[in-house]
């Protein structure tokens, strides 16, 4: 299997734990993990009505990332004139991004950040340098 197929396998496992499966045979229907989301965004939409936030992204890898999982919800993210790239405006319930969408924005966000460092730093390595460490830090360095 490519590190690329479990990537993508790793990311179903967690958008599966944010659906919050009622048995064990809706654990293993993962394919259906963003369907029973968007139920509870419904739901949770009856009691408590979807109000603007305003997300700040640091890059665009997290911005595109934040943009799929709004869209993967039925959430039409969007920006005013003038605003930054990095920011991405949305209606949705306060719980709704407590419970589900920022825990999971966080967990795919980490998944991902792990894995573009290690197709970097092997990129890097048989490209450029094998040596990819951190710089050396020296805490009296006079400016030559």
């Known amino acids: 299997m490519s590190n690329e197929s479990q990537l993508i396998e790793k990311l179903s496992r967690i958008e599966?734990?944010?659906a919050r499966p009622g048995t064990e045979g809706e654990k293993?229907?993962?394919a259906n993990a963003a369907e029973?989301?968007?139920q509870r965004i419904k739901e949770?939409?009856?009691?408590e009505p979807p109000m603007e936030y305003r997300f700040s992204v640091p890059d665009?890898?997290?911005?595109k990332l934040l943009l799929a999982l709004l869209r993967r919800y039925g959430i039409e993210p969007?920006?005013?004139?003038n605003?930054?790239?990095t920011t991405i405006m949305a209606k949705v319930s306060q719980r709704f991004i407590n419970e589900t969408l920022w825990p999971e924005f966080m967990e795919f966000s980490q998944v991902l950040e792990e894995h573009l460092s290690e197709v970097t730093d092997r990129i890097i390595a048989q490209a450029v340098s094998p040596a990819t460490q951190d710089e050396v830090v020296h805490n009296n360095r006079e400016p030559a």
């Open 44 to 47: 949770i939409a009856r009691t």
């Open 36 to 38: 029973r989301i968007r």
């Open 83 to 85: 605003q930054r790239r």
């Open 60 to 63: 665009d890898w997290s911005r």
């Open 78 to 81: 969007y920006r005013y004139r």
């Open 28 to 30: 293993v229907a993962a």
């Open 16 to 18: 599966a734990l944010f």
